[in-house]
């Protein structure tokens, strides 16, 4: 038996708070059977169930979700709708050329997918393909980017195109923009809406939903018996698709670990954003480690968001990853460096959010001790809104028997560098991030990081784009 805990709900995001669900939520009470059973309702999940009808359409999918689809990370990011370029480096180390290519080519191909679902099923997820500006902020962090290039040339592709400091600093609005590239395939989204868009076409197509109905406990088996507080399901197969709260498997939990991110969201600016000149619509991240992401939304607020690397003990998904005053302050801070223009503009919402980070920041998919019938996919490393897409035909297809691209996949099963355990992981993981803080608040003054600093932050996961 494997033991889980339902942790309490997560503090609602701006996106969260603008949502009404198209239904009522449903309990689980009772006994029910299914063909698969899925673990989490988030995108993940959501994916994993619609792609599941779209190959069987009379296949019985259950989703058990311990709050709100969508309530967790897939309702709580920034919005990105990124592919794996920026990535390619890393994925390259794991598989073949071919592979590599395919995965890439994949993950740009799932932005323009996101952008025809929702148009197909009337989902209202603020979809806005405007591209994605990939910038340095400090002077060492100029031509981060050229491994990637590199490795994208050598696939015989190129997804970015340089852009000069100048043009950047106009497009983007803003004086600390030193050089940059651009990748015109990304969008942006409302992540909540889209979560919610999801679960209404997923209720449409027959899966049956549960939320406020965590899974307490795991009896393997054939079939598994999935242990709620009000009820039970009796499952042919099931997918965990339970994202940073994977870290409470202990299997699962050396591969991940909970990391939180934080947001902040302006006032609406009205003329503000013309006369910045923020008015493409794009999305921007710099090349720090605890990168800044910020994008603006429909009605003409700035969401800013930071990678703020904060743990829990034993991955406990706690208030660090609901609502972190010093993460969210933090992020308040690089918003008003990046913008001083808007110092005195109100800062309305606030939230952090937890990512389930593994080492080289890509996903793992797999059988939960090689159990046959118990399958994961986690390690979506802060960009998952894209790639889930991916990760929901991964697993359909190895929760249906098919052997196919996504099944073969070398996403799963793959070799990954573990984390220690606990106390070593907590107190490891304290002095890093605090090496990595130290170190890039010297390069964004312009001075030289310590030795120590640099050798401890060396030692961090790789963010959001390939280690350099």
Known sequence: MIKLKNTKPLKMSYWQEQIVASSPSKVLTGKETADVAIIGGG??????????????PDCEVVILEQDACGSGA?????????????????????????EALFLGRAAERAIYELGEFCQENNIDAHYVQKGWLWTATTQAHVDSWNGTLKACESLG??????????????????????????????????????AEGMRRVALEKGVRIYEGSGVNAIHPGSPV???TTHGAVNAAKVVLATNAWSAEIPQLAKLITPVNSSVVVTQALGDKLDEMGW????????????????????????????????????????????HDPSSIEMTRGDLLNTYPSLDGVEITNGWSGPIDRTFDSLPVFGRLNDIENIFYGIGWSGNGVGPSRIGGRILASLALDKEDEWSTSALVNRSCKTFPPEPFRYVGGNLVRNAVIKKERAEMQGKKPGFIEKVLASLAPAGLEDKT
């Open 43 to 56: 995108f993940v999940g959501l994916w994993t169930a619609i792609t599941i009808k779209y190959h069987e």
């Open 74 to 98: 897939s309702g709580r990011n920034g919005g990105f709708v990124m592919s794996w370029w920026p990535k390619i480096g890393t994925i390259k180390t794991i598989c073949s050329k071919d």
């Open 157 to 194: 592709v190129k997804p970015f195109e340089r852009i000069s400091g100048e043009e950047l600093r106009r497009r983007t609005g803003s004086p600390k923009h030193l050089a940059g590239v651009y990748e015109a395939s990304n969008a942006t989204v409302q992540p909540a809406a889209l």
């Open 225 to 227: 018996v999935l242990e």
């Open 279 to 322: 008015v493409g619509g794009e999305s921007i991240t710099d090349s720090q480690l605890m990168v800044d992401y910020y994008r603006t939304t429909r009605d003409g607020r700035i969401a800013f968001g930071k990678g703020t690397g904060a743990i829990s003990y034993g991955g406990v998904i706690d208030g660090v990853f609901s």
